[in-house]
């Protein structure tokens, strides 16, 4: 038998996503149209979330997409409670290329495309196990300074003691759609 128990948390309506079209330019992203969304966290420290964006209907679920906030930030020491959430935040809407594909061959959106984003609510524990399930999946890119893997802690519990991976975790929800022009 596992058990478990969650709060339900709160998620912050999404104002709006906006999209702009980015010239090359060096030092700067490559050129296409990207997409932000606006949102602000709620005022009381704790709120946690997981950002998931949806192109055309498609997750975007590679490990660099994974995109988490503690309040309007990062993590817990950020100081950004009731504001809206940062620009790294609010820009890793966009899809993530990976080393296939030519940068100046994709633009991260093009006309006709949806970008659905959608904010789910977490527990703090669910949050520091997918916090700590993303840095594992990007540990390999840390070369030499790749940490050793271990499992992300577990908010699940077994009766006969035994190791439980994976986190329960019950969200309200709030999306918003934008079809890019």
């Not at 906006?18 to 602000?40: F, H, M, P």
């Not at 703090?124 to 893997?149: C, K, Y």
Request: charge should be negative; charged fraction near 25%.
């Amino acid at each position: 038998t596992y058990s478990s128990t969650t709060e339900l948390g709160r998620s912050p309506e999404i104002e709006e996503i906006r999209q702009e079209t980015i010239e090359n330019e060096i030092g700067a992203l490559d050129g296409g149209t990207y997409c932000e969304v606006i949102a602000r966290d709620y005022e009381g420290k704790g709120d946690t979330y997981w950002i998931k964006t949806f192109k055309n209907g498609t997750f975007l679920n590679r490990p660099e997409e994974i995109n988490l906030a503690f309040d309007g930030g990062f993590d817990q020491g950020a100081q950004s409670d009731g504001l809206i959430f940062i620009p790294p935040i609010r820009a890793l809407i966009n899809p993530v290329r990976d080393s296939t594909e030519v940068a100046d061959d994709i633009s991260p959106w093009t006309t006709g495309d949806v970008c659905r984003v959608e904010i789910h609510s977490l527990s703090n524990s669910t949050f520091a196990f997918m916090e700590l399930l993303r840095d594992q999946l990007l540990n390999g890119r840390n070369g030499i300074f790749a940490e050793p893997l271990a499992n992300s802690p577990s908010n699940i519990t077994a009766s006969d003691g035994s190791i439980v991976l994976g986190a329960f975790n019950v969200a309200q929800v709030t999306s918003l759609e934008l079809l890019v022009e």
